[in-house]
């Protein structure tokens, strides 16, 4: 059994059926992608095991227990982090700031004046922020404006704000999206570092085949709201009705 258990997940949205009988296991520890056309309702499972979007039948167990239902701090306190296809950061404070908001186990910042004034008699939380951004390689950036950042690091500064929280789960929205090559390729390097260092489990939705090859240990393709297979990176690229239907040339 997976950290994560998708079973027979259906949702419909009037006469539109996004999701199929849905069945997913994603193994502890690895790195699972899903990959499908727009439309193919990637998006919809995302919010399905983020708790966003309850499913019309079926259930999404994390680590034995149900997501469904749950408000996304409590899904946070399950130990799954969020990164979504835009980053989520406050502009208006310092990459040091951003990462030390999640330490209260929230991301928004309506609270943030008071937090803050108890956060900076925390040795320990700045510590643990400082430790982060070395982790990112955003040290050297700590009090920084996040608003002045390049897209890749804004992408870095989001997965710091999700690693502070020390999640088991790592979902990842289609994480290079808008990016250039350079920062793409340096956002898989950077994955595979976290990877590397800590025991998590990410599942990523990605179009770029690129990024995709480049880090999934298993792949699911949906094909109009339902798995059309489920292997190894390798067996998916020598699928030739997998290739002809949803790789096509992106896979160079």
Avoid: W
Avoid at 45 to 62: A, Q, R
Avoid at 77 to 97: A, C, H, K, W, Y
Wanted: hydrophobic share 40%; aromatic share 4%.
């Amino acid at each position: 059994m997976g950290i994560l258990e998708v079973k027979g997940v259906n949702k419909r949205f009037g006469g539109l059926q996004a999701l199929g009988d849905v069945n997913l296991s994603v193994a502890e520890n690895t790195v699972h992608a899903i990959i499908g056309p727009n439309g193919a309702g990637k998006s919809t499972l995302l919010n399905c095991l983020v708790g966003k979007l309850i499913p019309d039948t079926g259930s999404v167990m994390f680590d034995g227990q149900s997501v469904l239902g749950r408000k996304p701090h409590e899904i946070n306190q399950m130990g799954i982090s969020r990164v979504f296809q835009t980053p989520e950061i406050f502009g208006d404070l310092t990459v040091l700031e951003n990462i030390l908001i999640p330490c209260f186990g929230k991301r928004d910042g309506a609270f943030r004046m008071h937090a803050f004034e108890q956060v900076f008699h925390e040795k320990s939380l700045i510590e643990k922020a400082e430790a982060i951004l070395e982790d990112v390689n955003m040290a050297d950036k700590k009090d920084f404006h996040s608003a002045s950042l390049s897209r890749g690091d804004k992408r870095r500064l989001e997965m710091a704000m999700c690693l502070v929280q020390e999640p088991k789960l790592l979902l990842l929205d289609e994480p290079t999206a808008g990016m250039a090559r350079a920062d793409t390729n340096n956002t898989i390097d950077l994955l595979k570092e976290i990877k590397s260092k800590r025991d998590i489990t990410m599942c990523i939705i990605e179009h770029d085949m690129h990024v995709v090859f480049s880090l999934a240990e298993r792949i699911t393709v949906l094909a109009q709201g339902t798995p059309l297979v489920e292997d190894t990176p390798e067996n998916i690229k020598g699928n030739p009705k997998v290739q002809e239907a949803y790789l096509g040339e992106s896979q160079h």
